[in-house]
C-alpha cells in the first residue's frame, strides 16, 4: 500500500517501480492517513510505503496504528531533511527504512523493497518454528509469571527431560496504557527484547499488563549501561507509543533461594508507583521492603526540623513521634497522607508557623501530591524557612551555628562570635541566617530560649528564677514578660496548664 498526499508523487510510485519483477502489487494507493488506516485493517498489506506529513491523521499517527495491530508489516518511511527528528524516534518502531523525497532514486526504493520482503521471509520461517511453544519455555514461564520457585522448576524439568536454564538476571515490566490507542504487548515485547538481548541470550513472557524477561548471567548492574539503554528505550515508548512502562531490574543468587522474595519486592514496586515513582527501580540483591531514597529525604526533612523551635514542647515530641509513623506508613497511601496531615497540623505550634499556607490549601495540595516523594518536598516548601531547601554552599556553616545556639541557649549568645566561627562577617552572617532560619539572630535565640523554657516548666522543682537563669536571662521580670509577649500566658500560668 502506498500513501502519499502529493498526486504526483503517488503516480510515480505506482507506475514506474517494476512490481512484478519483484514478486508484488500495489493493492492500495491512499492520499492520507485516515482512509489509509481503513484500507490497512481490510486488506491486511505486507508492506507500507508512507509518507510523514499529511492532513488528518500524519503518517506517524498512521505507523503507530499499524504497529498497534500488526508487528510483522514492513514500513517504508518517506521523508525530508528535516524532519530527521521523527525519523529517528521512528526507528525504535522497527520501520524497514526511509527515502529522502529530495534525493531517492528507484534504485533506492527498489533495495529497500527488496530488504522489506527478505524481513517478511526472515519473519515467516521464524514464526513457523515458534507456532509450537516448546515444553522448555512452558517450563520457564510457569517459573517466572506462576510460582516463583526455582526447586520446583528444576523437578519439573528433570521429569519431563528438559535442560533447566540459569537464571541470574530478571527484569520485570508493567504497562500504563493512558494512551486511547495502546499499543499491543507484542510489539513492545519485541522492543525490549532486542535490547535486552544485547546483554546476552534472553527469554520473555507477557501476562496481562506484565512483561518478564530472564538472562542468564550474572549483570553488574550499579556498573552496567543496562539502566540507561533501558530507561531510553522506556522514553520512546512513552513519548512515541504512548504507553508509559514501569520497570525493575534484579540478579538473584546462585542458589536462587531469594527468587520469591525478590519477586515480590519487584511487584510491590510496581504496583506501588506512589512510593516508587522511578521509571526503573534496581534492586541490588536484597529485599528491602521500603525505598531507600525516601528514607533519606524524610531523614533531611527531620534534620531541618529538628532546628526549629517551637512554642509547645509537647506538640512539637509529638511530631517526631507521628514522623516516625510516617516511615511505619510508606506501604499504605492513605495513611501515609493522613500522618502527612497531621504534621501539618502539628507544625502549627511552632514559632515559625506564620508563614505556613492554609490549611485547606494544603489539604488540596497533599491529595494531589504524585508520590510521596512529592509529599516530603511539599512538607519542606511550605513549613520550612525557604533557604533550608536551598542547599547554599554555606548551609552547612548556617545549620552549625544554629546548632550551637540550641546547645548554649542558657550561656551569652553573641552574633559576632558566631559569625567569627564560620569566618563570614556579621553582617553578611546575619543576612544568611536571616534566611536559613526565617527569622533573625536575635529572634531565633529567643525563640530557642521560649522553647527550652517552656520543657523545663514542667520540671515543677525547678523556680522560675532558676528557670530564667538557665535559659540565659539574668533578669526574672524581663524573663516574665518575654514569655508572656511569645507564649501569651506568663510562666506561673503556663506551668498550671502543663
Known amino acids: 500500500m502506498i500513501v502519499e498526499d502529493e498526486l504526483l508523487v503517488r503516480m510515480g510510485l505506482c507506475t514506474s517501480i517494476p512490481w512484478d519483477s519483484l514478486d508484488m502489487q500495489v493493492i ?116 517466572l509469571l506462576d510460582h516463583h520457585d526455582l526447586e520446583r522448576y528444576h523437578q519439573e524439568c528433570l521429569r519431563m527431560n528438559q535442560i533447566p536454564m540459569a537464571i541470574r538476571t530478571v527484569f520485570m515490566m508493567s504497562l500504563d496504557l493512558t494512551s486511547p490507542e495502546p499499543i499491543l504487548v507484542p510489539t513492545l515485547q519485541k522492543l525490549f527484547l532486542d535490547k535486552l538481548s544485547t546483554y546476552g541470550a534472553c527469554v520473555g513472557f507477557s501476562n496481562d499488563n506484565h512483561l518478564v524477561y530472564a538472562l542468564p548471567e550474572a549483570i553488574d548492574l550499579s556498573s552496567s549501561d543496562m539502566s540507561a539503554s533501558l530507561l531510553e528505550l522506556a522514553r520512546y515508548s512513552s513519548d512515541i507509543l504512548g504507553v508509559k512502562p514501569r520497570m525493575t531490574l534484579f540478579t538473584i543468587d ?49 534534620e531541618q526540623v529538628q532546628l526549629i523551635p517551637w512554642k509547645s514542647p509537647k506538640h512539637k515530641e509529638l511530631f517526631f513521634t507521628r514522623l516516625q509513623d510516617l516511615r511505619r506508613s510508606l506501604e499504605n497511601k492513605s495513611a501515609f497522607l493522613q500522618v502527612a496531615a497531621e504534621l501539618v497540623y502539628l507544625y502549627s505550634f511552632s514559632f515559625l508557623a506564620e508563614h505556613m499556607p492554609e490549611p485547606a490549601d494544603f489539604d488540596i495540595d497533599l491529595a494531589n501530591a504524585k ?28 545549620y552549625e551555628t544554629m546548632r550551637y545556639v540550641w546547645e ?67 533578669d526574672m521580670t524581663y524573663f516574665i514578660r518575654f514569655f508572656k509577649q511569645k507564649i501569651g500566658v506568663p510562666p506561673h500560668r503556663w506551668r498550671r496548664g502543663v
Not at 42 to 69: C, F
Request: neutral net charge.
Open 254 to 302: 546462585p542458589d536462587g533461594k531469594n527468587i520469591n522474595s525478590l519477586w515480590e519486592q519487584g511487584k510491590k514496586i510496581l504496583r506501588e508507583a506512589f512510593f516508587y515513582p522511578d521509571s526503573l527501580t534496581v534492586l541490588n540483591g536484597d529485599s528491602l521492603s521500603i525505598p531507600k531514597k525516601l528514607l533519606k529525604k524524610i531523614n533531611i526533612f527531620q
Open 28 to 143: 492500495a494507493a491512499e492520499n492520507n492517513g485516515a482512509s489509509a488506516w481503513e484500507t490497512f485493517c481490510v486488506k491486511k498489506p505486507d508492506i507500507v510505503l508512507t509518507d510523514l506529513r499529511m492532513p488528518g491523521i500524519d503518517g506517524t499517527k498512521l505507523i503507530r496504528r499499524i504497529r498497534e495491530s500488526d508487528s510483522t508489516c514492513e514500513i517504508i518511511v518517506i521523508t525530508c531533511l528535516e524532519e530527521f527528528e521523527i525519523l529517528y524516534q521512528l526507528m525504535q518502531m522497527h520501520i524497514t527504512g526511509y527515502l529522502l523525497k529530495a534525493t531517492m532514486s528507484q534504485e533506492d526504493i527498489l533495495n529497500l523493497l527488496r530488504q522489506a520482503k527478505k524481513n517478511l521471509a526472515e519473519e515467516k520461517h521464524s514464526s513457523i518454528q515458534n507456532d509450537a511453544p516448546s515444553m522448555e519455555n512452558e517450563l520457564l514461564k510457569n517459573l
Open 408 to 474: 548554649h541557649a542558657g550561656e551569652a549568645i553573641n552574633l559576632a562570635s558566631l559569625a567569627d566561627m564560620v569566618a563570614l562577617s556579621p553582617n553578611y552572617y546575619a543576612t544568611l541566617f536571616k534566611q536559613t532560619a526565617g527569622c533573625s539572630f536575635s529572634e531565633y535565640v529567643g525563640h530557642v530560649r521560649m522553647e527550652k523554657a517552656c520543657t523545663l516548666l514542667s520540671n515543677k522543682e525547678l523556680s522560675i528564677k532558676e528557670i530564667a537563669s538557665r535559659c540565659g536571662y539574668s
Open 371 to 398: 508520590s510521596a516523594e512529592a509529599v516530603i518536598q511539599l512538607l519542606s516548601e511550605k513549613l520550612l524557612p525557604a533557604q533550608m531547601n536551598s542547599h547554599s554552599i554555606y548551609e552547612k556553616k548556617m
